[in-house]
């Protein structure tokens, strides 16, 4: 009885972990890397990559997608809220990533303070 | 291997075996059971170490292409621990978001591991996890090194296992005030597996080497020793580990007390002392399983209530 079952443990252990990965896949819910809408609404501006929409960078930051849209400055609005950062360049000469996160940092910063003034 | 080398962990193949093999009426030698129990014992390491060894070598190569090639879309070692899912859970029930670094294959980790821990017991760190394995390794080179042990004695031992449950109380708070992976830059897994120290170098990684180091030293010297008082996975392992529905099982009416299942125990359980499921510490290595020359005193099964009735119904089935 002993020398069969005992295999058992490592057995369902692997079975259960690559059928579950095999499930979750299937159903495209397994994903590795931070391309996926699954974003912490604690993101800083450092975390800003260029693969995030800018939806997904509002939502991260927990701001309007108008101030991300504003701070991106595309003067033919043809950037939106879906548009990947890296897709902006073409549209937006002068744009990148790091720009963006310096500009969110000083609107943050901005958007801060006035509550703060006093009045 | 030398007849007169050590065999498994502390047996001698004449010391407690005796003769290895016996005639038969045709003058045939034929395996003592001894002699069967040895090949036993060794099948299972070496099932053990193929299995340990396959999902190393898979998070190295798959480090190796996440930090070589940027395009390649391998994952981080962080996105392939179940650990993430637990690193994120107080922000994950308190906001409904993730820490950063955290990804749905955490979650699916986790719920893998939670499945199979409350099927099976824990035969993650026995077989699958690469941390265990390492020092698995090095256990063995120290022990071919004749490098001294320590054996803890065992109130410092029941003190240091605390050591597990103060690193896991301390990750998650930090994960959760700073909402990120803190744990990432001191994890020795993360250190070892994720090849960063290869590609880069900078005072963060030299500040997670430096404690990977003095982990894998003391891992020489005393057996799985992250394992059994550091590590804040094996601490949640233990807690659920009370739960599962297969278990190993001492029969106490047929144990001989003869105390062979306590010698090769890699975390240091007293198998012989189990009532009836050995303590929930255990690491599912089976080595236990292995070493008992009787037969039915140790067992993989359900609780002793649920045995019965499945006994009961077999018997009336027949
Ligand atoms: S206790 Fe931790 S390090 Fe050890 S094998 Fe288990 S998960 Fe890995
Ligand atoms: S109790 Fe048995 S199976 Fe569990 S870790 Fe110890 S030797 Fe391995």
Known sequence: MKKKTRWLLPLLWVAVIFGTVGVTQAMGLWQTSGRDPVVASQLTTADIKGWMTVQQVADGLGIDTAVVLEAVGDPSNTVTASTALKDIEPIVPDFSVVDLRTALDERLSGTASPTDEPT | ?318
């Open chain 2, 1 to 318: 291997m030398e007849a007169s080398q050590p065999f498994h962990r502390g047996f001698t193949r004449h010391g407690f075996y005796g003769a290895m093999s016996t005639a038969t009426n045709s003058g045939q030698r034929r395996p003592s059971k001894a002699l069967q129990r040895l090949r036993d014992m060794r099948r299972t390491t070496l099932a053990r170490r193929i299995v340990q060894l396959g999902f190393a070598v898979f998070i190295l190569v798959t480090a190796f292409k996440h930090q070589s090639e940027e395009a390649s879309g391998a994952a981080s070692v962080d996105a392939l621990c179940p650990f993430g899912a637990v690193e994120t859970l107080l922000t994950w029930m308190t906001t409904g978001t993730l820490i950063t670094k955290i990804h749905t294959s955490n979650l699916v980790l986790g719920l893998a591991v939670l499945i199979a821990i409350l099927l099976a017991g824990n035969a993650f760190c026995g077989w699958i996890c690469p941390l265990g394995t390492v020092q698995d390794w090095l256990w063995k080179a120290a022990r071919a090194l004749h490098l001294p042990q320590w054996r803890p004695a065992e109130r410092t031992d029941r003190v240091l296992r605390q050591g597990r449950f103060v690193v896991l109380g301390l990750v998650m708070l930090m994960s959760y005030f700073s909402g990120q992976l803190w744990f990432a830059d001191y994890d020795p897994y993360v250190t070892i597996f994720g090849l960063r120290w290869l590609f880069e170098w900078n005072e963060v990684i030299a500040i997670a080497v430096g404690i990977t180091t003095l982990v894998l030293l003391g891992s020489l010297f005393v057996e799985r020793l992250w394992c059994r008082y550091l590590c804040p996975l094996g601490a949640v392992f233990t807690v659920l580990g009370r739960f599962s529905f297969l278990r190993i099982r001492r029969n106490a009416e047929v144990c001989t007390d003869c105390e062979l299942c306590d010698k090769p125990c890699p975390v240091g359980i007293t198998v012989s002392k189990a009532d009836p499921a050995v303590h929930p510490d255990c690491v599912g290595c089976l080595d236990c399983v292995a070493a008992c020359p009787v037969k039915g005193a140790l067992t993989v099964g359900p609780p002793v209530a649920v045995a019965a009735l499945l006994n009961n119904s077999d018997q009336r089935t027949r």
